[in-house]
């Protein structure tokens, strides 16, 4: 019977939607959870990878209302920053890419002229999410309490988190160097990628610009972050093919890329421009003093100097840079380089001896060269030592010397610092990005020592997948600077209650919403208006203080005590240094520890081919709507929860996909099919599928109390059809029984595909919803340890026959089975019990029955006593359980012959056996009989 899951889907999620199951309301006495995914950008339609989270959420919420929980399952938009401008400007610009895939998802014109405005975007999307997203994919997110970053209530929210952090003295003033896009205006540079599409793990580096004075008296500034290796500069390195540009920085003329003016313009307070341009070449063969060591030096052709970083002049330490060394040798120049420092392990030359290790011949083999240059770089810093040419530092360690170096020269006025990205930032308009000088940004704490301490405390109470992030969280606390929370620009977003005109930038507006989950409802509703929410409510509804002025206030205090703490924060491995992070503090600086976080569920992503994030802006992103209308909803839910742990990174597979969507249909064909089954109760067999089953639920409920998805989907989808499977195999015809594990089974399919789940509950005559049932609990009474083992031996014996049957390519016309003796099984026991080898052998060879088969004793009780070591606890507690081997195969006999197509299979205990042409018999041991076959 076809599977549909189009139809399926489509008539669940109306009845769901419908009854409004989703939505969560304060039931006092009833337990609660609260999870939440981290609310995604508005900044276009989502793909493939955004749906493993999202879906991560669903399972575990929909697990814990099956468990008895009221739940709370949330959601919103991050619409605050530049996302949605970014958007909003390639529609005003007519981007032909945007216009198309806007065109292609059913947009008119109408339609696209209303995506010129950043709110209409917001708008849009919003809806797109809720629609063809999280109700596409059956999400129970409680949909009465949908908010975005950008509305009214919620600014006021946010303008209360930043009144109550000032109160609490963790806002601050001082100079800050920030990321800024020209067309945009500041932009947030981290893993998120929120602001930009390239970029996310750059780091701000702090170069030292030595200024090397020419015979005009002009300066070529060049940026290292070795200020150390000054004194071994031998030449200067000019890309000849460049146009530099003449500047006045502080009444100093400087001459660098344009590129480099560009970015200096936006660091340097006293910067402007002569007028006078500079071939690269007209600089060749002239000279510049290294500064502090005084020491003239030629400037040379260096085509591999890139305008684009730093200044666009480099200075050359050959002895100790492989590129610089490199370089030297290919212009031909007769300059002997400067050894400056001594390190273990190498001469003189350190630079050059590495090349040549390494085979390095060319400027052109870059990956070695990099590899080159970590390597001395991180030998010199940690072990080095300034030799005779390093003036007053000579004998200095490098790791002491540097910052005093780099202080001395700046205190001369022969150096200055520059800010420059470790790889290049692109902004989401398309504009590089670069940093800028604000001399009295405004900044939230987070280096606060006390907050820290706190901090770091209450996450070691707190519930953290993986374990691995729990042990970091202490460490980037640790190292979680002061962060810049405001930016000046056309961002979207909440306006800073202390200087007009700045917003609120997206990362700090971002850590203390899920609380306001909780009031979003009432907003929604029209209980209460955004305008009646001033600080004195929120210091009511969320810390307790004052006194209601409306019984709605009472109201919603009362769901606030109910519903908070969150319990579950679910987000991206991206979060792991930004989000997770300030989400702690701020719960921490600013309310009662009571409504300090529980839980943090962080998941890895999915990836393309090459192992990168899928992102829309780096191509490779499935359409979420094509994805469901080719594989459905389940298979892709259920692809989520199996196909890797949570921990791991998943390349997205369709192939892999279609073997979900094919486990779907095969699961409702079984279901049917089992259906039709009717016969009598065998005894045995209800015992061991009741035991197994029993089980199975049992590691179900630990796999998923631990969140450990995958786990438990293979026990539901894989583990549990094949038991069914078995039992049908072997007879099993108990209607009864079948329907008994078929209304388990379902319950324990609905968490993660919950729309077959719903299918096949109405399929066998069950009203209501599957969804809201309670989840199947371990019953020890259906426990038959008995009836396992004996199903586990047969299984055993008809794998290893199988085995046979392949290697020796006999068909068996009889096959010949041996069960261990009695003495062998007492050997197990006795063992078991922690009886010594030595006393089991001495007292067995004592035996009248058993006094030839001393040797053959003493090495089987060594052997076994080795082999029960290294059994797992579960698998020794199968040895303890004592069966009649030899009559429960002589009662599956039968049952082998005909799977076998076998003649006769003749069962014999090893003892007794009255035909055993090659000695198999001695190879028996408890729970393995010996097998020959002919």
């Known amino acids: 019977m076809k599977f549909n899951y189009k139809e399926v889907e489509k008539k669940w999620q109306e009845k769901w939607f419908k009854a409004k199951i989703y939505e969560a309301r304060r039931e006092e006495g009833k337990k609660k959870f609260f999870i939440h995914f981290a609310y995604p950008g508005i900044s276009g339609y989502l793909h493939v990878g955004h749906m493993r989270g999202f879906t ?46 806007l065109k292609e998802n059913g947009c008119d014109d ?24 999280w109700k596409r994919f059956g999400f129970l997110i409680d949909y009465s309490r949908l908010m975005d970053t950008i509305s009214e209530g919620y600014k006021r929210f946010i303008r209360w988190q930043f009144l109550k952090l000032n109160e609490k003295k963790l806002l601050i003033q001082k100079t800050h160097f920030a990321p800024y896009c020209p067309n945009c205006g500041p932009v947030a540079v981290d ?11 750059a780091q701000i580096l702090e170069f030292v610009v030595l200024k090397f004075k020419m015979e005009d008296g002009a300066f070529l500034p060049a940026a290292t972050l070795r200020p150390e290796t000054i004194f071994g500069v031998t030449n200067m390195w000019i890309n000849p093919h460049v ?30 421009e002569t007028g006078r341009r500079i071939r690269g070449k007209d600089l060749l063969g002239k000279k510049c003093k290294v500064p502090l060591v005084e020491r003239n030096v030629p400037i040379l052709a260096g085509s591999f100097v890139d305008p684009n970083v730093a200044t666009g002049v480099v200075m050359s330490v050959p002895a100790h840079a492989p590129y610089d060394w490199i370089a030297l040798k290919e212009s031909g120049a007769n300059i002997e380089p400067i050894s400056i420092i001594k390190v273990k392990g190498y001469g003189k030359f350190p630079a050059g001896e590495i090349c040549e290790e390494m085979g390095i011949k060319s400027q052109l083999d870059r990956e070695k060269l990099d590899k080159a240059t970590e390597i001395i770089y991180k030998k010199e810093f940690h072990g080095g030592i300034l030799n005779e040419n390093c003036m007053d530092y000579a004998g200095s360690r490098i790791s002491e010397a540097k910052d005093l170096i780099k202080e001395d020269l700046i205190d001369r006025g022969l150096a200055t610092i520059m800010r420059e990205f470790s790889e290049e930032v ?51 606390l640790d190292w979680f600077g002061d962060r810049a929370c405001i930016r000046k620009g056309s961002w979207l977003g909440t306006e800073f209650p202390f200087k007009r005109g700045w917003i609120i930038e997206p ?4 850590t203390l919403y899920p609380i306001y989950y909780i009031v979003s409802k009432f907003v929604n509703e029209g209980k209460i208006k955004p305008e009646e929410m001033d600080e004195e409510f929120f210091d009511f509804v969320f810390l307790g203080k004052g006194k209601a002025k409306k019984e709605i206030w009472e109201e919603i205090r009362r769901d606030v005590l109910y519903w908070y703490p969150v319990d579950i924060n679910l987000g991206g491995k991206e979060h792991k240094t930004v989000h997770f992070p300030v989400f702690v503090m701020n719960h921490v600086a600013l309310l009662p520890p009571e409504f300090w976080p529980r839980g943090i569920f962080v998941h890895w992503w999915i990836t393309q081919k090459g192992k990168e994030k899928i992102s829309k802006s780096k191509g490779g992103a499935e359409p979420i709507p094509k994805a469901v209308e080719q594989y459905g909803v389940d298979a892709m839910r259920l692809y989520y929860a199996h196909s890797a742990s949570p921990f791991v990174d998943v390349e997205w597979d369709p192939q892999l996909v279609s073997n979900y969507k094919s486990r779907i249909s095969s699961i409702w064909n079984m279901v049917n099919e089992l259906l039709e089954v009717k016969g009598e109760e065998n005894g ?44 049908i195999r072997r007879g099993g015809k108990d209607r009864n029984v079948i329907m008994e594990i078929l209304e388990k089974w379902i319950k324990l399919v609905s968490p993660f595909t919950p729309h077959l789940a719903e299918e096949m509950w109405e399929k066998i005559g069950k009203e209501g919803f599957v969804s809201l049932e309670r989840f199947p609990e371990f019953e020890e009474r259906h426990i038959s340890a008995e009836d396992e083992v004996e199903e586990d031996l047969l299984k055993e014996v008809m794998n290893d026959l199988k085995e046979i049957v392949k290697v020796t390519k006999i068909k068996p016309k009889r096959i010949f089975l041996y069960t261990s003796p009695r003495w062998k099984r007492e050997v197990y026991e006795r063992l078991l019990k922690g009886e010594e080898v030595g006393n089991v052998i001495k007292d067995l060879v004592q035996r009248k029955d058993l006094e030839d088969k001393g040797k053959e004793i003493s090495k089987f009780v060594g052997e076994t006593a080795k082999e029960l070591r290294m059994l797992s606890s579960d698998d020794k507690e199968r040895f303890r359980i004592s069966i009649n081997e030899l009559e429960f195969l002589k009662e599956c006999a039968d049952f082998i012959k005909k799977e076998f197509g076998a003649e006769e299979v003749i069962v014999e205990s090893a003892e007794t056996c009255s035909y055993d042409p090659a000695k198999k018999s001695r190879f028996a041991k408890p729970l393995k009989p010996a097998i020959y076959i002919e």
């Open 684 to 727: 045995h067999l209800e015992r061991w599928l009741r035991s197994s089953m029993a089980r199975r639920i049992n590691l179900i409920n630990k796999y998923m109390e631990e969140y450990n998805l995958r786990d438990a989907a293979n026990e539901i989808f894989f583990e549990i059809p094949n038991d069914l499977k078995w039992y």
């Open 426 to 476: 692109i902004c989401r308009c398309g504009e590089r990005v670069v940093i800028k000088k604000i001399p009295d940004q405004w900044f939230i704490k987070y280096s606060d020592p006390e907050l820290t301490e706190i901090s770091k405390q209450h996450v070691e109470t707190m519930n953290i997948y993986p374990e691995d992030y729990k042990r970091e969280m202490p460490k980037v």
């Open 110 to 133: 109408k339609t696209i002229e209303r995506l010129k405005d950043p709110v209409e975007v917001v708008k849009f999307f919003s809806k797109v999410y809720v629609e063809d997203y």
């Open 243 to 272: 146009e530099y540009v003449e500047i006045e920085v502080n009444g100093e003329r400087w001459i660098c890329s344009s590129q480099a003016v560009k970015k200096l313009m936006y660091q340097f307070d006293e910067i402007k």
């Open 191 to 201: 893993k998120s990628e929120t602001d930009i599409s390239k970029g996310g793990d």
């Open 507 to 510: 990362i700090s507006d971002s």
């Open 56 to 101: 991560y959420a669903d399972i575990i919420s929909r697990y814990k209302r099956m468990k008895g929980y009221n739940v709370l399952f949330p959601a919103g938009f991050h619409a605050s920053g530049l996302p949605s401008v970014g958007f909003a400007k390639k529609v005003e610009r007519g981007d032909p890419d945007t216009l198309r895939m």
